[in-house]
C-alpha cells in the first residue's frame, strides 16, 4: 500500500509529541512492508521500509550504536509526507536482527562486530537488494546517524557506492573517549581482547539502565527520551548499552 504524502512540514512540538508519536506509529503500520535478509557471512538483518505515492527519491536511515531503527519512526513520517520512500534496518548484534556468530549468548546486551567493515557490507547489502528493487529507479539518499554515520562514510567511499546524496548526522569519525585521549583506550582494548577475549566485555562500557537521569543524557526532548527508554525497557532486545573489546578496538581504528 502506497503512502499518500501531505507535503506539508509540521515539526512536533514537545507538548504534542506523546499523543502524535502513538498515532504515527499506529498509523505507519498500515503502510509498512517487513523483510530479513540474510547477509555475506549469514547473520540476518530485520529491515522495513515505507513507499509514497509519486515519490521523489528513497531515503535510507543508518541508526547509531544501540540504537534501533524504531527510534526513527518520527523522522520517516516527516520524510514520507515530503514524498519520499523510507528505508529502514536494525545493524547487526542491535535490536530486532541477529547476533554475530562470535557474539556472547551469555550478554546479549553486548556490541559485537569482528571487523567495522562487516557493517559497510551489510549497507552494500540492504541498498542492492531491497532498496533498489523496491525503488524503481529512482535516486538513493543515505541519512546516518553516529555510528551509522562512519557507516554510512565508509559506504560513500567505496566502489559500491549507489547512493547520489547523503546527510551525516554526528557521524563516529573521531569517538568520544570521556577525557581519555583515544590512542590510550584503543590499546587498553586491545590488551582487554587479547588477555580476556575480544568477545568479552570492554571494561569501561555501561550497562543499560532502565532508570537512567535524563540530564546526564545528551537528549534535548524529554518526550521523545521518555517514549524511546519506554522502547527499550519494553522489549530486551533494545537494550544494547554496553561493547566487546573488539568493537571498541574496531571503533577507534577507523
Known sequence: MLFQPSYQLHIIQENQFEAAITEIETTLQKYATRGSLTT?????????YYLAENSRASVVIVHGFTEFYEKYYEMTWYLLNMGYNVFLYDHRGHGLSGQTNKQSEE???L????????????LTQVIDKVVLPAS???????????????VGTFYLASDECKVSKAVLSSPMVCPVTEGIPAPIVRIASRHYGKKYGWTTRFPHSHDFDPNVDHHKTSDVSYARFKHNLEYRIRDTRYQTSASTNCWMHQALSI
Open 111 to 122: 556490541v559485537h562486530v569482528d571487523h567495522f567493515q562487516d557493517y559497510v557490507q551489510d
Open 107 to 109: 550478554e546479549p546486551r
Open 40 to 48: 555475506f557471512d549469514g547473520c540476518n538483518l530485520e529491515y522495513e
Open 136 to 150: 524503481a529507479n529512482l535516486p538513493i539518499y543515505l541519512f546516518a546517524h553516529s555510528m551509522g554515520g562512519a
